[in-house]
T-cell receptor, first 114, second 116 residues
Framework: EAEVAQSPRYKITEKSQAVAFWCDPI?????LYWYRQILGQGPELLVQ????????DSQLPKDRFSAERLKGVDSTLKIQPAELGDSAMYLC????????????FGEGSRLTVL | AQTVTQSQPEMSVQEAETVTLSCTYD???????LFWYKQPPSRQMILVIR??????QNATENRFSVNFQKAAKSFSLKISDSQLGDAAMYFC?????????????FGQGTRLTINP
């Protein structure tokens, strides 16, 4: 069964360092999402891509976060510089068409900033 | 903006018993989707059940069913014959039907424990 792949599963970094997360959605899924889930809370959308275009990045802290999906397939989320408050689980999800269908989630990348 | 509220941070139930998780939401839209997602420890989030707002009939998936009260903006999840594998975080989520803005808005989650 196809799955959303994410790496790394765990990342520990010191504040002010750069960190990057990678996501490979299910093949053929046009819509890709990055969510941030702080411990004990529900996920919050950071950025949504339709193919290679950003359709919603209103909650992305653009001074330190960036995201790209250059060829409309896999995606990278970068944080530079990392801050203590960035410690969270970063979830990637994809859906087949314009978000109408079911979202499929990866296992997430857990970030700890020291 | 839409909001989703889960007022029960934690719930527990005896194995084989029935449990109901609560969810309320706020929206000015008349047509939308509602979901319950399950997030087991260290595993990915998976869809449990989905309800379309224009459908009056409550959705059912095997042991999982919902009580959708549109006027009250309430969407509870009932788990019958609880099993140990049902232990997880459960998230209620809302999605608009407006094209181009289909992000999921999640509640804070309810941690469900199953007691053997």
């Amino acid at each position: 069964e196809a799955e959303v792949a994410q790496s790394p599963r765990y990342k520990i970094t010191e504040k002010s360092q750069a960190v990057a997360f990678w996501c490979d959605p299910i093949s053929g899924h046009a819509t890709l999402y990055w969510y941030r889930q702080i411990l004990g809370q529900g996920p919050e959308l950071l950025v949504q891509f339709q193919d290679e275009s950003v359709v919603d990045d209103s909650q992305l802290p653009k001074d330190r976060f960036s995201a790209e999906r250059l060829k409309g397939v896999d995606s990278t989320l970068k944080i530079q510089p990392a801050e203590l408050g960035d410690s969270a689980m970063y979830l990637c999800a994809s859906s087949r068409d314009r978000g109408v269908g079911e979202l499929f989630f990866g296992e997430g990348s857990r970030l700890t900033v020291l | 903006a839409q909001t989703v509220t889960q007022s029960q941070p934690e719930m527990s139930v005896q194995e084989a018993e029935t449990v109901t998780l609560s969810c309320t939401y706020d929206t000015s839209e008349s047509d939308y989707y509602l979901f319950w997602y399950k997030q087991p420890p260290s595993r990915q989030m998976i869809l449990v059940i989905r309800q379309e707002a224009y459908k009056q009939q409550n959705a059912t998936e095997n042991r999982f069913s919902v009580n959708f009260q549109k006027a009250a903006k309430s969407f509870s999840l009932k788990i019958s014959d609880s099993q140990l594998g049902d232990a997880a975080m459960y998230f209620c989520a809302y999605r608009t039907r407006i094209q181009g803005a289909q992000k999921l808005v999640f509640g804070q989650g309810t941690r469900l424990t199953i007691n053997p």
